[in-house]
C-alpha cells in the first residue's frame, strides 16, 4: 500500500501534503455537483446547468494536470 501510494505520488508529480488538497478540492466540487444535481432533479427551475458546468470544470481540471 505505501510503496503503491509513493509511486501514485511520484506518477503525478507532487507531495502527500500537495495531493491530499487536490483530491480535497476535487471530492468537495464533486459533492457539490451531486448536490446541485439532486436539487435540479426536485426544482428543476434551479441549478440548470451547474452541475453539468461542474462536471465540465472537473474534466478540465483533471486533463491539464495529466
Do not use: C, W
Not at 506518477?11 to 436539487?39: C, D, P, Q, R, T
Amino acid at each position: 500500500m505505501i510503496k503503491k501510494s509513493k509511486n501514485h505520488l511520484n506518477s503525478v508529480n507532487e507531495n502527500y501534503f500537495e495531493h491530499m488538497g487536490i483530491a480535497f478540492n476535487v471530492g468537495v466540487k464533486m459533492l457539490l455537483g451531486g448536490f446541485m444535481a439532486l436539487i435540479h432533479g426536485i426544482i428543476p427551475g434551479v441549478f440548470q446547468t451547474d452541475a453539468s458546468n461542474k462536471i465540465k470544470e472537473l474534466y478540465e481540471f483533471i486533463n491539464k494536470k495529466r
